[in-house]
Structure formats: C-alpha cells, structure tokens
C-alpha cells in the first residue's frame, strides 16, 4: 500500500506570500496524482490533477509539480481566501483505489 | 450547476444499518463514476468506494468492504451508500463525490456533496 505523507504539517505565512506544500509518496505514483483544498465545514475542492493540472475555474496561482515520488502545491502569492486544509490523494488502476494524504494546514502568520 | 445533496446520516446504535443518498443534479448521471468519502470528526480523508457508470462495478477500501455496499439508480438520479454492522469509528461526515472526468472511474474527484454526519453510539 502506497502511503502520501504531506509536510509541513502546518504552514504559517501572509497573505501575499508564497506557499510550497509538499507531498511524498513512499513508492512512485507516476503522475498519479491530485491536490485538493478544504475549508472549514466544507467540502473538498479539487485544485490539481494528474499532478501538474489545474481543475477547472482554479486560479493561475495555484500550480503543481513533480512526478514519481515527490511532487509539491505552489500557491505564488496567498489570498485571504487561500488559508485553508490543502490534501493531496493518489490512485492506483487495479483494483482502483485512493489515498490521501494527511493534509497540511495553510494559517495566517 | 452540478449539485450533489446527501442525505440519511443521523445517530445510529453500534451493530445497526444505515442507507445514505446522494441526489444529483445538472450533470449526466449516468456517464460518471461515483465515489464515497469519509472524514472522521477533526481528521483527515479516507476514501470508501466507487461504482461505474453504469454499476456494473464496485471497488472498496478493505476497511468497509463487506459491511458497506455502494449502489446507484440512474433513473433517479440517485447514489447510495448500505452501512451495515456500524461501529464507533464509522462516526463521519460522508461525502459523495462525482468523478472528474466520464467514462472511466480511473480519474479524480469534482465535485463533492455538502456531506451528511453519521454518529454511531450507543
């Protein structure tokens, strides 16, 4: 079983800073891989997919990265809206399955 | 817009059954695979199963696989999710989940149910 595991655990910056999440997979998942963001009492969202594309209706400052192992969420420059639980998930094709991550927390400094 | 609605959580006893739904809206129901994900009060994630398109396949996590059954009418437009045998640790909010793209389950997850809170205790 693959397992994602997400630093930091917390992250605390400004608005208008840059956020560098990272996610690493304990074997390779080629490109397998998605991001998602969820405020609080909220649903998740999904923001990344296949590891470097934007879901639709996502702003351009949300990008991803990697593939194999290690792959990361860039947010270049952090909206109010943007502090929030950001997971990634991966998917194996037989049988299908996911996993997430265990999700990192974007807070105001 | 595409809407998802779940609804049938509430408090059940240890050992007991609950049915979920998921009503949809503003999509082709029957061209999209169809997920249930679960998040325990204050904790991460965990994704429970999915049904093609037409429902002729399921796939579990090996945590649910023979208590829960996913199952879907496309003629109401509707997902469910058969909790059986429930246990303490089944307390979650439950989401349902459209896939991403048609066709294929093998895609992602967009976008989600509002989620419906299922407690199990006595």
């Known amino acids: 079983e693959i397992v994602l595991t997400q630093s930091p655990a917390t992250l605390s910056l400004s608005p208008g800073e840059r956020a560098t999440l990272s996610c690493t997979a304990s074997?390779?998942?080629?490109?397998?891989l998605a991001w998602y963001q969820q405020k609080p009492g909220q649903a998740p969202r999904l923001l990344i997919f296949?590891?470097?594309n934007r879901a639709t209706g996502i702003p351009a400052r949300f990008s991803g990265s990697g593939s194999g192992t290690d792959f990361t969420l860039t947010i270049s420059s952090l909206e109010p809206e943007d502090f929030a639980l950001y997971y990634c998930?991966?998917?194996?094709?037989?049988?299908?399955?996911?996993?997430f991550g265990q999700g990192t927390r974007v807070e105001i400094k | 817009q595409v809407q998802l609605v779940e609804s049938g959580g509430g408090v059940v006893q240890p050992g007991k059954s609950l049915r979920l739904s998921c009503a949809v809206a503003?999509?082709?129901?029957?061209?999209?695979?169809m997920h249930w994900v679960r998040q325990a009060p204050g904790k991460g994630l965990e994704w429970l199963a999915v049904?093609?398109?037409?429902?002729?396949?399921?796939y579990y996590v090996d945590s649910v696989k023979g208590r829960f059954t996913i199952s879907r009418d496309n003629s109401k437009n509707t997902l469910y999710l058969q909790m059986n045998s429930l246990r303490p640790e089944d307390t979650a909010v439950y989401y349902c989940?459209?896939?991403?793209?048609?066709?294929?389950?093998?895609?992602?997850?967009?976008?989600w149910g509002q989620g419906t809170l299922v407690t199990v205790s006595s």
């Open positions: 998930q991966h998917r194996t094709n037989w049988p299908p399955s996911w996993t």
């Open positions: 503003g999509f082709t129901f029957s061209r999209y695979g």
């Open positions: 989940a459209k896939s991403f793209y048609s066709g294929s389950v093998l895609n992602w997850f967009d976008p």
């Open positions: 074997q390779s998942v080629a490109s397998y």
């Open positions: 049904i093609t398109y037409d429902g002729s396949s399921q």
């Open positions: 296949d590891a470097s």
